[in-house]
């Protein structure tokens, strides 16, 4: 990701999403839409669509917001669009894989007793998955509120706006859930802060709750 070296975690974060049109048991949403603000100013933004319907295209995408209005999007291959100008492809060098990927790296090392074997550290691994779990966190102390354009609080981040009404689009008029007649799952905006890796504010209690399960009697 593009986020600057030293965001160490996001400050603020919430999700909204649902599990739609599958009559189940399942708690995991089907329908998600994240984002995270960090210190600097920087944020991520996360959505999954995963109901299948007519006309449904499978898309894993990624875009990057430059300072100067440019936008990079793709997933392998990357595309520029610089205000202005036509959309130009970049040549960018391929990244070293280690045989097996991460998982296989991450073996590797343990059976040869060397950590630097690994792609990666724990502390790494760790600071990658934190935004993750945050905004999983806001999601599962959310509220319903009807499935609707409103449902999204996002203040005066515009960009967040924009993103949840898109997916929200394809929800409705691709998916065809029906408005008003289902739930969104609301999150609340959870505040976060990096040093002590604890929640703050509006929430707190029940979110650090969620930070780690108790532990075993005698452990």
């Not at 649902?18 to 995991?28: E, K, S």
């Not at 790494?124 to 945050?134: D, M, N, Q, S």
């Amino acid at each position: 990701w593009a986020i600057d070296d030293d965001q160490i975690h996001p400050t603020r974060a919430m999700a909204i999403g649902g599990r739609f049109n599958w009559d189940d048991q399942g708690q995991t949403p089907n329908t998600m839409f994240a984002v995270a603000e960090y210190p600097n100013g920087q944020s991520v933004m996360f959505n999954v669509r995963n109901v299948n319907h007519k006309g449904y295209e499978r898309q894993v995408y990624n875009e990057y917001y430059l300072e100067d209005g440019s936008k990079i999007t793709g997933e392998g291959t990357y595309t520029i669009h610089r205000p202005g100008k036509v959309p130009e492809k970049l040549n960018l060098d391929k990244g070293k894989v280690t045989s097996g990927g991460n998982w296989g790296a991450f073996i590797a090392a343990v059976r040869a007793g060397d950590p630097n074997m690994a792609n990666g550290t724990a502390m790494e691994a760790h600071r990658g998955c934190v935004v993750g779990h945050l905004m999983n966190n806001s999601y599962r102390l959310g509220s319903q509120l009807p499935f609707n354009a409103k449902a999204g609080r996002f203040g005066d981040n515009k960009d967040a706006s924009k993103h949840f009404l898109e997916l929200h689009e394809v929800t409705s008029g691709g998916a065809g859930v029906p408005e008003d007649k289902a739930s969104y799952t609301v999150g609340p905006w959870l505040t976060f802060d990096p040093q002590t890796e604890r929640f703050t504010g509006e929430k707190a209690d029940a979110a650090n709750a969620l930070l780690k399960d108790p532990n075993n009697k005698g452990f």
